[in-house]
């Protein structure tokens, strides 16, 4: 990192507009916090800022949309204030580059995913000089794999806890970028070839974090399971990373998204099984329940092997539960296709699933290759219909929740509460909101000194997405030895 080489703090008001996935919620914590340690100001208001920063995703046409349209709202106020500096980060930068240049001449810098840790220093250059920078890294035939992987540099500083969006959970890198390529996706692109972290760099983050007060890890990777490292000549796998992290004090329970159905090992399976604090829930995307299409994905993987792979969670981990991603209206996906995918959704009974519109991205394989073919009023209605489906069946898992208890981490006020304005009340009852293990939402009313804290709650009733209960008991702690829960 560049520090000695930005000017000294100085009074400047940051706003920030994040949009995309996990990994981006992080790379603005991140941000954010180098750019605080320098004198930064957070503002929710981007007329206060000068400095204006896009964190962005190209992963469906519509998210660039927003941001090209958010962008083209700033040229006025550009003119009118010369002194605002404004950024594009992310993976729309390294993607797009230059043209985002063409596109917005406002804007002074464009930083791509490999370059975050360079970001104050070119807001300071782009403020004093007015040229405008672009920072990007290799794209994937831009030399051999160790060129490309070099020039995206993971960014994991030391962070601030008062900069995390909650005090109790933290997400934390432990891969960049995806070797997988399906045909649909830029992400290759924008994040660059598949790297590891060192397991003892994640064992001590999660340390530093735990004793900042964090309850809840969630390590992020776009194909986490896949994860490999060789450390002191020996392979650490995801389920042995797991087993490192597994006794820090202090952290309750421990995450990963996003799986990948192929790499779904036994040994990590079994890890789940046997750490007590690893939540029982996998988010591991089908994508599609049609061999055929999702063949033209280059998924690498069939329905088949799909069920074999939920066959095993369920035998190993019992009541595991899944989520899934699906995209429908891929090019090429019949009604019958179609169906297939609803079927499959009948079949595995998904906790969720994300369903996203099949949309065409410049330089991917199935822009280049296949005919974006269902028209988008039919997308929307597959969209509908498989929402509908969706949603009918996790409310009636939900409901088999109703009169039972379950354990969560409870995480702080709802988000209805948040809404409200609870946040400076001095009432110290409040609506609250925790997860259970298998990482289903589940809303009470209760002390918010629960917050940070796991509790044992009955649940009344519940709608497709949240469990609405009471707290039966106080609070629980676990033993830190056994990992088991003491009643207090
Ligand atoms: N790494 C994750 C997902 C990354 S993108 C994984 O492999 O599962 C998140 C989701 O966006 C994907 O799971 C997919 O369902 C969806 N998606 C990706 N590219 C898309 C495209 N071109 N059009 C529509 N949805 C897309
Ligand atoms: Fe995209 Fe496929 Fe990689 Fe997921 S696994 S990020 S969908 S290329
Ligand atoms: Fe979007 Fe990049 Fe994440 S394209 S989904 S922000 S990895």
Redesign the pocket.
């Known amino acids: 990192m560049s520090e000695e080489t930005t000017t000294p703090p100085h009074n400047s008001k940051l706003f920030i507009e994040t949009v995309g996935?996990q990994m981006n919620m992080l790379d603005s914590e991140l941000v954010v916090g180098a750019l605080r340690q320098r004198g930064y100001e957070l503002t929710k208001d981007v007329r206060a800022a000068d400095t204006v920063l896009f964190n962005t995703c190209s992963?469906?046409e519509h998210a660039e949309h927003k941001i090209y349209s958010a962008l083209g709202r700033l040229k006025f106020s550009k003119r009118r204030r010369p002194n605002l500096v404004i950024g594009v980060m992310g993976c729309m930068a390294q993607k797009d580059q230059e043209l985002i240049f063409q596109k917005a001449p406002h804007v002074d810098i464009v930083v791509g995913t490999g370059q975050l840790a360079e970001i104050p220093s070119l807001i300071e250059t782009a403020r004093a000089d007015r040229d405008q920078t672009l920072a990007v890294s290799l794209g994937r035939r831009d030399g051999n794999r160790q060129t490309v992987a070099s020039s995206f540099e993971s960014y994991d500083p030391l962070r601030e806890p008062e900069m995390r969006p909650t005090p109790y959970q933290a997400f934390v890198r432990i891969m960049i970028g995806?070797d997988?390529f399906?045909t649909?996706?830029?992400?290759p692109m924008t994040r660059g070839p598949e790297q590891s972290r060192s397991p003892r760099e994640i064992a001590r983050e999660v340390e530093v974090l735990a004793e900042q007060g964090v309850k809840e890890v969630t390590l992020l990777g776009?194909?986490v399971n896949s994860y490999r490292h060789t450390e002191d000549g020996q392979l650490v796998r995801l389920s042995d990373l797991l087993e490192r992290i597994h006794d820090t004090a202090g952290i309750e329970r421990i995450k990963f998204v996003?799986n990948?159905p192929k790499d779904m090992t036994t040994d990590l399976l079994e890890a789940i099984r046997d750490l007590p604090k690893c939540s029982h829930y996998l988010h591991v995307?089908l994508?599609s329940g049609c061999d055929d299409v999702l063949k033209t994905m280059k998924r690498g993987y069939t329905v088949a092997d799909y069920s074999d792979m939920m066959d095993r969670i369920n035998s190993i981990v019992p009541g595991c539960s899944v989520s899934s991603?699906?995209?429908v209206g891929h090019p090429g996906e019949s009604e019958e296709s179609f169906e297939k995918s609803l079927d499959s959704i009948r079949k595995w009974r998904f906790k969720n699933s994300?369903i996203?519109?099949?949309?065409?991205?410049p330089g991917?394989k199935?822009d280049t290759l296949y005919e974006d073919d269902i028209p988008e009023d039919e997308k929307r209605r597959r969209n509908n219909v498989m929402l509908d489906l969706q949603n009918a069946i996790s409310e009636e898992d939900n409901a088999e929740f109703i009169g039972r208890e379950v354990e969560i981490l409870v995480e702080g006020l709802s988000k209805s509460a948040v809404k409200a304005g609870e946040q400076n009340s001095t009432d110290p009852r409040a609506q609250l909101v925790g997860r259970t293990r298998c990482d289903r939402i589940v809303v009470f009313e209760g002390n918010r000194r629960l917050a940070g804290s796991m509790a044992r709650v009955a649940v009344d009733d519940c709608t497709a997405t949240t469990l609405i209960g009471h707290v039966v008991t106080r609070e629980y702690q676990h033993n830190p030895t056994s990992g088991l829960p003491i009643l207090q």
């Open positions: 996935c992963v469906r995806c997988k399906c649909y996706c830029v992400v776009q194909t996003t990948y995307p994508q991603d699906f995209i994300f996203f519109k099949y949309s065409p991205r991917t199935a």
